[in-house]
């Protein structure tokens, strides 16, 4: 399963069907793309924040390059936390009546990394996107730190 900024894809079309029929046995909730109003304002979000980023830039101001930094480092570890919190609720919010019950087991998927969750081998890693994303917050800090030893 892929999960995009606007959207949760897979290797084929029925992925996340078929994730969503193996979650039913453990008691997991349905995955409803529709149902995660993340999907539809983060678009949004980094659309502001490029344009945030690229108003710093031409008008060269500091203080509005560092609001900009303060501001995508902060949306980015929010966003990390969001999607912690959106795995912790699937994973422990169970169903009593499900087919399998295993006493004391959680079902969250890693937040990074690999884990089993019985059978399976749940892999979290970021993709282009994430890395690319997570390159901007560190180049972007780091420039501010060497600009500030300059003076």
């Excluded at 304002?41 to 930094?69: D, E, H, M, N, Q």
């Excluded at 919010?93 to 399998?100: E, K, M, V």
């Excluded at 993709?127 to 501010?144: D, F, Q, R, Y």
């Amino acid at each position: 399963m892929y999960i995009h900024v606007d959207k949760i894809t897979g290797n084929e079309e029925s992925t996340l069907a078929n994730i969503n029929i193996l979650n039913h046995y453990i008691g997991m909730q349905y995955i409803v793309p529709e149902s995660i109003p993340e999907l539809t304002c983060f678009p949004y979000v980094i659309g502001g924040l490029v344009f945030f980023g690229l108003l710093a830039a031409i008008l060269k101001r500091k203080w509005l390059a560092f609001t900009w930094i303060i501001v995508l480092t902060l949306l980015c570890f929010l966003g990390i936390y969001d999607f912690y919190l959106w795995e912790y609720d699937y994973g422990h919010n169970l169903d009593p009546t499900a087919a399998i019950k295993v006493d004391g087991m959680s079902y969250q998927p890693p937040l990074f990394g690999e884990k089993w969750l019985l059978n399976f081998k749940a892999i979290s890693y970021p993709h282009v996107g994430g890395i690319m994303l997570g390159i901007a917050v560190l180049l972007a800090n780091s420039v501010w730190c060497i600009e500030r030893k300059k003076k």
